[in-house]
């Protein structure tokens, strides 16, 4: 069952005014979807994290990580259907939903006054996508250094890696510009209009991703940047894999610590394994990336 569209309209046209600072004048048409049972579920958090409102972002988000925890995981949920929706579905995550929804719920709390789901609506909008635009496919950030990229610049996160002693990382990011037939909504690029031209601004999306240095720690540096890490910390899982960036994320809990949506265990879960212990179990983990909520 779906929400009423007027109740949702109505609760974001406050908040994409107040959170929308520099983005383009006018109205923004903007399809949005979710269920009974997760806008409920959002309410329900909102409610429970505005009694620690006065907390910082990062323990906000650890807060709101120990009530997903045991949430099942299920991949794809955004590419479900055909026509580009903001998608929000916290009854099931995988690993990027469940740390975005982590902070976006965490900003919405933040806003000032009692939050509702319009608020954190309009901050899964600006998080998710460029402009505050969710028209088509490719206005969605698909790769997470683009991710960390934009919400770096909204100024909500801080890339801390080369803090930590990240070095550069010599891997071009090209997986979807090169590989359209893996993604429902590209593999038709040679005879849709519509894809085609998705395709077109994926591939000046890693251009300009690849014009900046990709930085990364190595996996055998871990442990010594671990004491420079901080609870609500976002942990990127940077792959070997050709053309792609970051293969998982998670938040770091300290101590060597990590919650996450793991696709292992069908859900969110508090790690068992170490970062440095769990990073060696996984070849194809070559290292990590820290980005910082802002306080």
Known sequence: MKLRPFLIASALSLSFAACAQGQPSGAVSVNYSTTQE?????????????????????????????????????????????????????TKQDCII??????????????????????????VLLSRYRDGRAGRYSDR?????????????????????????????????????????????????????EAARDLVVIREVEARLNAVPMTYIPKDKVPECLPG???GDII???????????????????????????????KVVEEELTLPEYLGRVRNHVGIKVARPDK
């Open 38 to 90: 997760d806008s409920l579920l959002v309410v329900e958090m909102l409610s429970d994290l505005s009694r620690d409102r006065d907390l910082p972002v990062p323990d906000l988000m650890l807060e709101t990580g120990r009530m997903l925890l045991g949430r099942p995981y299920v991949a794809g949920t955004l590419d479900a259907s055909e026509k580009e929706s903001v998608g929000i579905y916290p």
């Open 141 to 193: 950030i698909h790769y997470t250094t683009e991710w960390i990229r934009h919400n770096e610049a909204r100024g909500v996160l801080r890339d801390i890696t080369v803090e930590l002693g990240g070095v550069p990382y010599d891997h071009p990011i090209d997986y979807m510009g090169t590989h359209p037939d893996a993604y429902a909504h590209l593999r038709n690029a040679d005879s849709d209009p």
């Open 229 to 231: 890490m901080a609870p």
């Open 98 to 123: 469940f740390v975005e929804t982590c902070l976006d719920l965490a900003l919405a709390v933040k806003q000032g006054g009692e939050p509702s789901f319009g608020d954190f609506a309009g901050q």
């Open 236 to 266: 990127c899982f940077v792959t070997a894999v050709k053309g792609l960036d970051i293969a998982h994320v998670g938040l770091y809990l300290g101590d060597g610590r990590f919650m996450h949506a793991s696709s292992a265990r069908k």
